[in-house]
């Protein structure tokens, strides 16, 4: 079925809604929850029970007579031996009924407004929006007016997805605060329902982050700070999460907040989008959800859709990793890449081995069609000029990458219903063995190999070889049905030491990679003056690095360094309240950033971030206790500690090979 914009589990069974012109159609459909069962579990009251085929450990469905019967005793359920719970009804309901949400649609043909609210101290002045008809409204006023007006525009706009930045945690719980002062209904979902929050987390990357989760009936929330710290995860070079520094970042033209956040929605949002037309989930949880648990849902719903039984997980265990690593460090020039096209997925394929406990085949059936979707996409995206059509296969082969990349860590994802860390442990190993190989081939033909990471070598070849003779060679090596990707050249590569490297574009830009030289735990001045060292080691200007050196010298012994060039940025992934807590039950150990929020007294919660400095007159001081909120900084006297900085700075120094 096509075209569903949304989809509501309810009393009513399963509500889908549609498009209609500039409105909007319902369809109900039939549906009740259910849970799985092991031959052992004892029947839940009020649910009928169905024999599922298949060996797997989970055999049985039950499904309730209603979802009253199916709520109240869902949190025994949980705690009860031999049952297998899937706790979002929306995925129950598009599993079991092999829906997908946005089926057969383009993104453009979203209905997405993005908003921002202005205040005036406690009071709300205005409410901004920009939405995809092209509509820019303002909303000023009274603050009664402003909050009628607002949930006007959203029930006549219609949009599928509301998209705020921060709003989660800042823009709608305020809003939803002034409006019940002004008592009234913000009932603008789909079926004149309210906003609806509660306490949930997500992960990005290594870090942790609670939040509160807004929905409203038939329609999507999406917070954009979530998406950018995703993005940011996977990228990490996003120095700033604000308004004004993701409109360079991304190079946005407009300059009205709102109009920035429309135009990054539709930057970040479309391999979401087309993620969503895969997975049996919402919007927001196919933004938020891991790339494990979101393959386990997509696996899981084959199963569920064919009525078949589901295994258990498997017991994790450890197992050797990825051919990652510097073979040879220094500085080279006329740097070429290539790249096994879907290393892990290929392997899997071109093997045709699949998970032990996946019956039906469907983990190869699924890989096959999306890598065949993904590579098409890819192609097709070369081929087109700068554009909307470009832009949407690019979305669509970034969104494929993802989810096919995820299917071989699935196989060693500790909660995947098909895990299977054999199967991972032999696909690892032929990896290494195949990137052994290239590295093996590009030797015998006097190349320098720099760097092998998981599938792709960074390799010089000596003047006055002969490319296309390299290239047949590494082709040659080639198993059936796995391909090499000649991606890029580079005019120079700073190997700086394993995983850590630096890259001379042919328009003169630098690219980074590794926490050694672009990690957040370095303070600005310190990223700079990295930056500063790559740059001339790059470009063979060695003395740059020396006068950078000794310009930042001078200018923290003098204290005409801006302070915020020192300060260090932490995000709370947790509230300073948890962190009491586990420092007095002696689970927690004391953090600086946490202890200057507690001591600050200005109601910071996980997710805020707190920029700080290091105080006192020694080289060596505990950061706990000697350290000051950038915020607090005096005005008329500067109190950083100068020796603690230079020291660092000429710990970079030597560790670069700057000063000895």
Known sequence: MTGIVAAEVGAWGLRLYFHAGNSFRTEDTPF?????????????????????????????????D????????????????????????????????NLRLFAGMDFSELRRCCFTVVTDGEVLTAIKAADSDGNFPEFSGDEAGIIRSFNGYIKTFDPDVICGFNCCREDLPY?????????IPLDCGRDGGTFSAGNSRYTAGEKQYSYQRHTLQGRHIVDLLHVVQLYDAAHRDIEEYTVGHLKEYFKISPDDPVQILYELSGILLPAYFYRTRELPLGFQDSVLRGSGSALDALLTAEYLQRHLSLPLPEAPRNYAGALTGMVASGVFHQVRHCDVRSLYPSLLLAMQTAPARDEAGV??????????????????????????????????????????????????FAQGTFNDFDLAEKITAAGRELLEKLSLTLHEHHAAVIEMDTDGIYF???????????????????PPGIELEFDAQYPAMYSFKAKNYALLHSDNSISLTGAALKSRALEPFQRKFIMQIVSA????????????????????????IPLEYLAKSEVLSDSPENYKRKLASGSGRRSAPYELALASGRGFRAGDK????????????????????????????????????????????ENFGIIR
């Open 610 to 653: 707190v920029k700080f400095y290091v105080t006192g007159n020694k080289a060596k001081v505990p950061v706990v206790g000697n350290s000051r909120l950038l915020s607090d900084a005096p005005a008329d006297l500067r109190d950083e500690n100068t020796a603690y900085y230079l020291a660092k700075l000429d710990a970079l120094a």
């Open 363 to 412: 983990f190869l059936e699924l890989l096959a069609k999306l890598r065949t979707i993904r590579l098409q996409a890819k192609d097709r995206a070369k081929t087109l000029p700068p554009g909307p059509e470009k832009s949407r296969y690019e979305a669509l082969q970034s969104s494929f990458k993802i989810l096919i990349n995820s299917f071989y860590g699935y196989l060693g």
């Open 66 to 97: 209603s979802l009253a019967d199916y709520e109240s005793q869902l949190a025994g359920l949980k705690k009860s031996p031999g049952v297998m719970t899937v706790s979002s009804l929306l995925q129950q309901a598009l599993s079991i009924k």
């Open 460 to 478: 010089q070849i000596p003047e006055n070889s002969d490319a296309g003779e390299l290239d047949a060679a590494l082709n040659a090596v080639m």
């Open 32 to 64: 009740t929850p259910y849970v799985l069962l092991d031959n052992q579990a004892a029947t839940p009251e009020n649910c009928s029970v169905s024999k599922l085929a298949g060996n797997g450990v989970f055999c049985r469905m039950a499904s309730f």
């Open 175 to 183: 809003l939803i605060k002034r409006a019940k002062k002004c008592k």
């Open 537 to 560: 080691k790059l470009h063979g200007t060695l003395q740059a690095a020396l006068d950078s050196y000794e310009y930042w010298r001078k200018c923290i012994s003098e204290k005409t």
